[in-house]
């Protein structure tokens, strides 16, 4: 007995001394096997020789490794998105972390405990452990340390829809691993900035991005981001309506997602397939995908991933007619998003209830859907800054069409006009009250409004012009009245006789075409193909922008005009009784449509019965009300006859989409360095500008009409001492600016839009003649009226919400009250003539410009007289009459029509 007692003590001093002798090396076989386990997938066992390895340490007071083991063990908790117990873990490395004094860890454990609140949707707390982070990191200044910080509180942001701060943290992370070259750290950045991007709906920009991450990601064989980026690209393309081309790069990613058993990334490329699908109208396709992903997504315990899936199916659910399925999974998206506190998903499944019940005739829930969708909408526009405000606001446009069709429906036209307001002209609207310094910008109601309307005064607003029936709404001083109109009969008609001369005219037309941005995820139930009814408003505009009319032509232009008349007057024809003046709020294409020049059932033009200006947004002419300029400013100064030497340049023209993409891209550096763009202008097909002998002749009889009025001609129209003139204050000095020179508009990049100054062969200090869109909001004017009387002034780009952008939007942001542009090339002496009349009537008689105007064109319109012209040339790059013209009749619209009056 004495024996085996002997034995066994001698066996348990030999086991002291073993584990005494080899602490260390056992508690790294546990973390190896623990390494192993997860690799293996076995969270369990993985936890449990975490747990060994950490008492180990503990015990062997190895307290920086016992906090790695303490903080492994949470991480496995967090991947099995048990996040009560792995912020349990987190917290208690974090303060041993803290007593020991390990900033290393502490760090690390500040980060892991701001990526489960960041899980959870807790985003307050999540940035609040992060923001700790980073500072510590900072003062350690540890870059590696600093670059996360910023990245997480970056996706913080992202989460949390406020997108401006967080670009800015992801453009800081990207700084830095540029710095140390850190490949992963950058192509990270990069992907990021691009989905902010992609989420601004500036899709190329977020391409862009995205591949130069790419490219990265393939040289270092990383098949796992290789996926995210193929995958974030094939989005970027969706988004843009290229469904094949987004079909490609989602298949590759699924492959090598596939390939790495990566579930969660499965079922997130299953769901983008899904979607292509869906697009393409395969509804039995697209379920397939959405419904493995949920079910990826349920396995996982991915909440913001379930709600996505939910909508995605409940959106196949409606295409199909199945109302209530659609219903059940959007509420049960809803209701995730709003757990977590999601803005973007949260508007996103509110519209899409909206368009449900709005399908379903149940107005009153549809509007409050919409209500609430776009309250959040607003706040994100807030985040994006510049011209994405722009693009994003494109992107959603379709949430405030709906609302803007329920209130007519529910017999709110007040508060449909309301909504207008909401979405129109608001990045003019904000650059204008930047210039006022002045933040109260809000339009404070149309009835509030209808207090300034005079008895005979109506105003008319048209929106939803890409909706089968737009809206129409009147408002006078003591009635507003709505209608939706159907617009597919007047195409029907006008196509059934004319629509092959029209397609033959019109396809590839450029200048006026319409910004049409898809936003995913919302319905297309009301909306048409749109194009249409544009290419018969454009030959419209052709033919009345041509001045001599073949018989033909004439009896054709006559038909659309008095169809155009029927159309966008006929409703509202009761309400227009006894009203003499008119101001025309336009949607979409209609912002190129002389309104002026539609003919009334009694055979007159529009224009001989109401006086017509327009404004982008009553809001719009709220601001201009609230400047005050000094009276004693100077009449006017008059530029003309400016002088175009013939310039030869050494550029490549361009001849496709792909070479005009990267126009665009080289263009905007050259925008952004302050270089000239004499080069730029050649490629898009500017080659010389032909002198305008007969704006000399314009501008002098002005000032010879004017009292108290300057002229600036031939040399002296330059750029440079335009500029000159604004920056020493001179140029505010006057009441009217007149431009009798060249105009410039390119619808496809309007930073080129410009007018057009004296070109000299050899640039004149550092300045190439263009006075661009850019330039012109830095003038400093303060003038009741500004004059372009140069060719296509008033065309731009059509961006969803915000309207026409171009040279008009401009001058109202630089100080201009109101503008006179032209809606085509114009002929030289005849607008001279014209711009005279002008000019006569508010001398002699006392008239506003804009009532001037109007009279003038009555007086052309009554002039039988004819005048022979030689040597006509035309204000405008596209214009060359190689046989002249022998006969000019003022009565064409051609000579009066294309002047409209814009602002006070």
Known sequence: MKKFFLIMLLIAVFVFVFVFFTLDKTAEDYMALAEKSMKNSKPIDAIRYYELSGNLWQKNAKYNEYIKSINEIGVVYYTLTKYDKAIEYFKKALIIAKKHDNKGEIITGLNNIGAIYYSLGQYNRAIKNFRKNLKLAEEQGDKTEISIGLNNIGMVY???????????????????????????????????????????????????????????????????????????????????????????????????????????????????????????????????????????????????????????????????????????????????????????????????????????????????????????????????????????????????????????????????????????????????????????????????????????????????????????????????????????????????????????????????????????????????????????????????????????????????????????????????????????????????????????????YLIEKYHIKYTQALAVSDIIEKRNYNKKRKSLLAFGGAIYDEISYNSDMIKSDKQLKKFQKNTLLVMNRGQSFRNAYFEIGITNWENLPGTIVEVKSIINIVKDSELSIGKDVDEYILKELSKKGDLKKYKVLHFATHGLVVPEMPELSAIVLSQFKEEQNNEDGYLTMKEIVKLDINADFINLSGCDTGLGKIYGGEGVVGLTQSFLIAGANGLSVSLWQVADKSTGKFMTEVYRLVNEKGYNYDKAITMTKRMFISDNESYNFSNKKTRGFRSNMKNGLPKIDFKNPFYWAPFVYYGK
């Open 158 to 604: 992202d989460a949390w829809g406020k997108y401006d701060k967080a670009i800015k943290n992801y453009k800081k992370t990207l700084a830095i691993a540029k710095e140390d070259g850190h490949k992963n750290n950058i192509t990270a950045s990069l992907n990021n900035i691009g989905r902010i991007y992609d989420s601004w709906s500036q899709y190329s920009k977020a391409i862009k991005n995205f591949k130069k991450a790419l490219i990265i990601s393939k040289a270092q064989g990383n098949e796992g981001n290789v996926a995210v980026y193929l995958s974030n690209i094939g989005r970027s393309y969706a988004s843009l309506g290229l469904y094949d081309e987004a079909l490609e790069y989602y298949n590759k990613a699924l492959i090598l997602d596939k390939k790495l058993g990566r579930r969660g990334k499965v079922a997130t490329r299953l769901s983008d397939i899904g979607n292509q699908y869906y697009s393409l109208k395969q509804y039995d396709k697209a379920i397939i995908n959405h419904k493995k992903a949920l079910n990826i997504a349920i396995e996982l315990g991915e909440k913001r991933e379930i709600a996505t899936r939910l909508s995605n199916i409940g959106k196949v659910y409606y295409a199909l007619g199945q109302y209530n399925m659609a219903m059940d999974n959007y509420n049960k998206a809803l209701a995730i998003d709003k757990k977590i506190g999601r803005k973007a998903g949260i508007a996103l499944r509110l519209n899409n209830i909206g368009v449900l019940y709005y399908t379903l005739k149940d107005y009153k829930k549809a509007e409050s859907n919409f209500n609430k969708a776009i309250l959040i909408i607003e706040q994100i526009r807030l985040t994006a800054k510049g011209p994405a405000r722009l693009d994003y606001l494109s992107s959603q446009i379709k949430s405030y069409q709906y609302l803007i069709s329920t209130y007519i429906k529910n017999n709110k036209p007040n508060l449909a006009f309301n909504t207008i307001e909401l979405s129109s002209s608001k990045y003019l609207i904000e650059q204008m009250g930047e210039k006022l310094n002045t933040k109260n910008l809000r339009f404070k109601g149309i009835k509030n409004y209808q207090k300034k309307i005079e008895d005979n005064h109506a105003i008319i607003n048209y929106s939803n012009l890409n909706w089968t029936e737009f809206s129409q709404i009147i408002v006078e001083k003591n009635n507003i009245y709505a209608v939706e109109v159907d617009k597919s009969n007047f195409i029907s008609k006008i196509n059934k006789k004319y629509k092959k001369i029209i397609s033959n005219m019109t396809d590839g037309l450029r200048g006026v075409r319409v910004k049409n941005k898809k936003a995913l995820n919302l319905e297309d139930i009301k909306v048409i193909d749109s194009s249409s009814f544009d290419k018969i408003i454009n030959y419209y505009r052709i033919l009345i922008a041509k001045p001599n009319l073949s018989t033909r032509e004439a009896r054709i232009a006559n038909e659309i005009s008095k169809e155009l008349y029927l159309l966008l007057f006929s409703k509202i024809e009761k309400q227009l009784k006894g009203k003499e003046n008119l101001t025309i709020l336009p949607d979409g294409i209609l912002s190129f449509l002389p309104f002026e020049s539609l003919i009334m059932p009694d055979g007159r």
